[in-house]
Every structure is written in C-alpha cells, then in structure tokens.
C-alpha cells in the first residue's frame, strides 16, 4: 500500500499520529493527517488541566473537535490521558486527604470515560506512574503520596466500570530497554495484575528516541509483556533526526510481534513536534515525506 495507514492495516495494525486541535485548520496538516493516518491520540486535548480545570466543570470541546472529526473520517481515537502527575490542575496536586483525591480522581475516570464511550477504543488509563532510575518503584505525585501504590489499582478498576468496552492500558517512557528497572518494574506490575484479576489490557511504549533509536532489546521488551496477555502499541515515537535504520528497527520490533498492535508517532511534520528542534518526525517542516518515512512505509 502506498500510505503508513493502508500498509499497518495489511497487517490488522493501524498507524496513527498524535493531534493537535489548533493545527486542524493547516490544510498542509490535515491533508497528510487524513491521508496517511487511521488512528488519532489527542495531543494535549484530554490531559487534565484541560478537560477539568477546576472541580466538576469539564471542558471537552477541543478533544471532541478532534475525536469526532477522526470518527467522521473513520480512523480510530486513542484517550491520552486520564491519571498523571504532569499537566495536572493545580487545584487537584493541592488536595490534602486520601478520601478526597481518590473521590476526585474516581470521578475524572468516570465522567470522561462516559462522554467518549463508544467513541475512544483505548485509554491511557495511568501514564508515566513508574520513577526512572533504579528504583523500579512508582515516582512520587499526589496520587502516589495519599494513596499509596494502590492508586494504579483503583484507576484500572474504576475505568473498567466506566466503560466495559475500552482497552485499558498503561503508557510510559524509558521502558523500552527490557534489562532497565523501570521497565522491570512496569512488567511486575503488569504480571500482578493479570495473575489477580486487576483489569488492564494493554501498555504504551511511548518510545522518544535519542539518534539511536531503540534499544536491542525492544522486541524482546515487547514480546516478555505481551507473553502476560497484554497488548502493546509503540504510542508516541519519535526519534531525534529521524535517522532511517532506526525509525525501521523500531516498526519492524512490532512487526515481528502478534500483539503489537499499532504504532502512533508523536506529530506529524517536524514543525509539529514538541521535539521540534530534533527534527524527529516523518514528515519535514513543508510537509514533504523525509527518508524516514520511506524506510518507515517499506518496514510496515
Ligand atoms: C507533550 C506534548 O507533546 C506537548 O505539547 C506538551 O507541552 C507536553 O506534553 N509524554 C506524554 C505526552 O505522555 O503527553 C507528552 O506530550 C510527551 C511525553
């Protein structure tokens, strides 16, 4: 096929792009969004600080432009993000009590969940819960703070009840390297879950590359989680200068396994990056298809 979308779904994958609501009117933008791309991840649209900026009143107006735009065109909607430490209202990190946040963040889960039911296929329910480092434990936050490492748990579980249907994955960076503790420390995660019953159907690697690309090991990283009965999906890549023997290493790591499922890089044109003086994306600042995406399309 002769589009990153067309090619992935040869395979019952999809490829998709991280969106943001303000570019949607940059027809050089759209265009190649359209063209290109069958799954969309709200950029900034559906963090926190966005859709509930202060208790009880929730905004969705941008993250709605872009999630119905993508449904009238048929391409699918990744929900980016419900739980996370980053991009947080201040008047949420300020709460004080256990039995308050965990009302609070019931609550966030419950309501956005419910306006997009149907609509959103997968949910990054928790995102970047785990500290870099050696620790292999959960990084400091509110959540982690008053509730205790049960927090993953209860956010897992309420998303579950919130909507039946959605796949429900954990999303994180710098757990590509399967020796790394961090990513250690995810996979326990994820094994308890499974082997307790605690809902949780996929995790996202989000994938944000120095030159290198990704570590020898990621398909190894990819096939241990995935052995737990889990999806996983490559869910922001980029890649500091795009380097093409990366971007092919890091399709052809899902490729090689059955429950790698999609592959979302994190913008579109260069321009568009929140990386955008690494120049990491497929596409350059004019629109026009840089050698990485040639050996991207020729991996899928
Ligand atoms: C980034 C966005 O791309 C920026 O526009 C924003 O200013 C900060 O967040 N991990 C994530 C994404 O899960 O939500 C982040 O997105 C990049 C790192």
Not at 41 to 60: L, V
Request: glycine share 10%; net charge neutral.
């Amino acid at each position: 096929a002769s589009t990153l979308g067309a090619q992935a779904a040869q395979s019952g994958r999809y490829f998709g792009a991280a969106v943001a609501a303000g570019r949607l009117g940059d027809s050089t933008y759209s265009t190649i969004l359209d063209r290109e791309f069958n799954m969309v991840t709200p950029e900034n649209e559906m963090k926190w600080d966005t859709t509930e900026r202060s208790r009880g009143s929730f905004n969705f107006g941008p993250a709605d432009q872009i999630a119905n735009r993508a449904l009238s065109r048929g391409q699918r909607v990744r929900g980016h993000t419900l739980v996370w430490h980053s991009q947080l209202p201040g008047w949420v990190s300020s709460i004080g009590d256990a039995n308050t946040l965990r009302s609070v963040m019931n609550n966030h889960i419950t309501t956005q969940m419910a306006h997009y039911k149907g609509k959103v296929y997968a949910w990054d329910v928790v995102n970047e819960a785990f500290a870099d480092g050696g620790s292999g434990q959960h990084r400091p936050s509110v959540f982690q703070n008053l509730l205790g490492d049960g927090f993953i748990e209860q956010a897992f579980r309420t998303a579950r009840s919130a909507d039946p249907a959605a796949k429900l994955c954990y999303n994180d960076y710098n757990i590509e390297n399967w020796t790394d503790a961090k990513t250690q420390g995810v996979y326990r995660m994820v094994r308890d879950f499974k082997s307790r019953g605690v809902p949780i159907d996929c995790v996202g690697f989000q994938a944000h590359f120095g030159t290198g690309g990704p570590p020898a090991s990621f398909q190894t990283t990819l096939s241990s989680f995935a052995a737990l009965g889990v999806d996983v999906q490559i869910t922001e890549l980029d890649i500091a200068q795009a380097p093409t023997n990366a971007y092919a290493n890091t399709v052809k790591a899902c490729m090689n396994v059955p429950r790698c499922t999609g592959i979302t890089v994190w913008g579109i044109r260069d321009t568009d990056s929140w990386r955008a003086g690494d120049k990491p994306l497929l596409f350059d600042g004019s629109g026009n298809k840089k050698a990485a995406y040639n050996a991207t399309l020729t991996a899928l």
